[in-house]
Each structure stands twice: as structure tokens, then as C-alpha cells.
């Protein structure tokens, strides 16, 4: 419970930092999505991927208080499932931003291009390196998921 809540605040703070969300730049801009009258199968899809990206957000979070709370031995044997966690994380989401015409803020893509460096970066750290480094990772793909769960993409 207290990771959870130590999790919300994160993501209250992260919100407020989030230069693209903050400026409202990336808001979507079919006409014809807004347009359409609201049916039953409409809201139930809607609900259903509410719900989908809920768990997604849940699952990154879980997972980045899991390897904020370990030791740099254990983030190590962690890393392989983190990565593939968030580089889904991050390619699911960018689909979804395409699909619904979303303009792409320049600072979403630089935060999500830094994401994926420290993917790419983090498996040649050594323990002592991964385990200094992480929290500052951890701060960014912070950012990402309080940028998505504000939206509600």
C-alpha cells in the first residue's frame, strides 16, 4: 500500500513536470472521433481500453518500485524483464498516439528517446552503476506514465 501511494504521488508530481502534457500540446485532432454519437459498443470499448491501459500503467509502476526498492545484484537479474516491460510500454502507447492523429510534442519524444537510451544503456552497467543510475531513469519513465494516465490514452 505505501508504494502504491508513494506510486500516486509520483505520478502527481511527474504530472506536473510533464512539459508536453502540461502545455496541452498533445491533444488529438480528428474532428470525425469527436463527432461520432456515443453507442453502447463504443463505451464498452472505451471502458475496455481504459481498463487495458490502467494494467499497463500498474504493471510499469509495480515493476519500477520493485527495482527501485532492490539492491544492484538483484536489478541486474531484473533488467531483462523491465526492459521488455517498458519498451512495450512505450511501443503501445506510441501506436496508440499515431492511430488517434495525436500531435507528437517535441519534449514527449525527447523523454521517450531518453527511455529507450537508458534501455539500450543499462544492460552494460555493472551492478554499482545500474543500481546509482536507476533512480534516474526511473524518474523519467515516471514522467511517460503520468503523462498517459492523464490522458487516459
Do not use: Y
Not at 505520478?11 to 454519437?37: D, F, K
Not at 498516439?97 to 521517450?112: E, F, G, S
Amino acid at each position: 500500500m505505501a508504494s502504491r501511494m508513494f506510486a500516486v504521488a509520483v505520478c502527481a508530481g511527474m504530472i506536473a513536470l510533464s512539459v508536453g502534457c502540461e502545455r496541452g500540446q498533445a491533444s488529438p485532432v480528428n474532428a470525425a472521433t469527436r463527432a461520432r454519437p456515443h453507442s453502447r459498443f463504443k463505451d464498452a470499448a472505451d471502458s475496455m481500453q481504459m481498463v487495458a491501459i490502467k494494467h499497463s500503467i500498474d504493471s510499469v509502476t509495480a515493476d519500477l518500485d520493485s527495482m527501485s526498492s532492490a539492491n544492484g545484484d538483484a536489478q541486474r537479474h531484473m533488467l531483462p524483464a523491465h526492459e521488455e516491460l517498458v519498451s512495450e510500454f512505450l511501443s503501445r502507447n506510441d501506436a496508440k498516439m499515431r492511430a488517434m492523429h495525436v500531435k507528437i510534442d517535441p519534449d514527449w519524444l525527447t523523454i521517450i528517446d531518453s527511455v529507450r537510451d537508458d534501455l539500450a544503456r543499462m544492460p552494460n552497467m555493472s551492478s554499482t552503476q545500474l543500481h546509482a543510475f536507476f533512480p534516474e531513469h526511473a524518474r523519467r519513465v515516471m514522467r511517460i506514465v503520468a503523462c498517459i494516465d492523464m490522458r487516459g490514452m
